[in-house]
């Protein structure tokens, strides 16, 4: 074949694919952008585990009627202006493209009223092609659906494993940043059953009993932040992590967050492991969630386009940090006071 410039729509499909992988990919994105907007409710609806719909309704600042477009397009974004912002990197979102790349692959309409604002509007793109701003009714915050994920796209849908399998990776993904902002109060339903919520009473205590529920929520121990004196920019590392006890037969319900972002680590999930070194036998697992509170400018977060990597520059005093403040607690446990969940 010649070479060929790709037609926009098909460019665009192609880079959709390095954002939009399943349903659960969509779910982060939208759930990011509720989060970066201050939002302090989320709803989220699923159909067909999340194949036919994804809605997401948020309280958060809401979209302009005037930004509604921009809102779409590609490589816009209210989060960085220029490229040392990124050193800085506070926000989930960044890159500019997780809408425009939905809306390359499903149809998605978006409703949103600016806090504050009289009037909401209303944006739709179906097969990429954006609609008109028109005036609609709308709460404060936004709500973005998105229907019929893939259906233009079936090399993908045919990967997708079953409306179960899909669900269950929606169901963990939410439980991860329920996790990271017990402030939030999260609503899930799959088929209009609800699935999962959380109370939003800003204790990382609560979000774990609806996580993990009673049982094991009572066999976390609290991370204590340590002494910083000698060290006053060493990362703070706080949460829960089981006692020994307490353990899972794999590594997935160890998580961690930085500065608030859910990363996938094997590099910290082995300084966790190794606090339990000698305590857990060889095939059990503790259940941890890690806080690590760091200066962003030791973070590169723009590893990849979903950004559950990422790179520390010191990365040894992460690992050292996070092994220290796991064992301090399982070695302090017994003399603590009996830990009951905040109901
Ligand atoms: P990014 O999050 O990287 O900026 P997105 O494509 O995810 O890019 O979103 C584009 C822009 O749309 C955001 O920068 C933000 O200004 C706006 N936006 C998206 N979702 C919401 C929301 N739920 N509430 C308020 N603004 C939103
Ligand atoms: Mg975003």
Same mark, same amino acid.
């Given at each position: 074949m010649p070479i060929r410039q790709l037609a926009p729509d098909v460019a665009a499909k192609i880079a959709a694919g390095e954002v939009v992988e399943r349903p659960a990919s969509v779910v982060k994105e939208l759930i990011e952008n509720s989060i970066d907007a201050g939002a302090t409710q989320i709803r989220v609806d699923l159909l067909h585990g999340g194949l036919q719909l994804i809605r997401i309704t948020d309280n958060g600042s809401g979209i302009s009627l005037e930004e509604l477009p921009l809102a779409l397009a590609r490589h816009a974004t209210s989060k960085v202006a220029q490229i040392d912002d990124l050193e800085q990197i506070r926000s989930l979102g960044f890159r500019g493209e997780a809408l425009a790349s939905i809306a390359a692959v499903a149809e998605v309409t978006l409703v949103s009223r600016q806090r504050g604002a009289e009037q909401g509007g209303q944006i739709g793109a179906l097969s990429g092609q954006v609609t008109e701003v028109t005036r609609a009714a709308s709460p404060e915050g936004t709500t973005i659906t998105v229907r019929n994920l893939f259906s233009a796209v079936p090399a993908r849908l045919k990967f997708l494993k079953s409306r179960t399998t899909e669900i269950s990776h929606c169901h963990h993904l939410l439980e991860q940043y329920a996790l990271a902002y017990p402030e939030i109060r999260f609503n899930v339903f799959s088929e209009g059953k609800q699935i999962f919520s959380t109370p939003g009473d800003g204790q990382l205590s609560s979000v774990l009993v609806a996580v993990y529920g009673l049982q094991i929520a009572e066999q976390m121990v609290p991370l204590s932040p340590g002494d910083r004196t000698e060290d006053s920019d060493a990362p703070i590392v706080t949460g829960y992590t089981s006692r020994p006890t307490c353990y899972k037969s794999t590594r997935q319900h160890i998580s961690f967050f930085v500065n608030r972002r859910w990363v996938l680590s094997r590099m910290l999930t082995t300084a966790v492991e190794g606090a339990y070194h000698s305590l857990l036998l060889t095939g059990r697992h503790p259940i941890a969630v890690i806080n690590i509170d760091m200066? %962003?400018?030791?973070?590169?977060?723009?590893?990849? %386009?979903?950004?559950?990597e990422i790179r520390f520059l010191k990365e040894r005093r992460v690992f050292a940090a996070v092994l220290r403040a796991v064992r301090a607690a399982l070695l302090e446990e017994p003399e603590m006071p009996e830990w009951k969940p905040k109901q």
């Open positions: 200066d %962003p400018s030791l973070l590169d977060v723009n590893v990849h %386009p979903a950004k559950t």
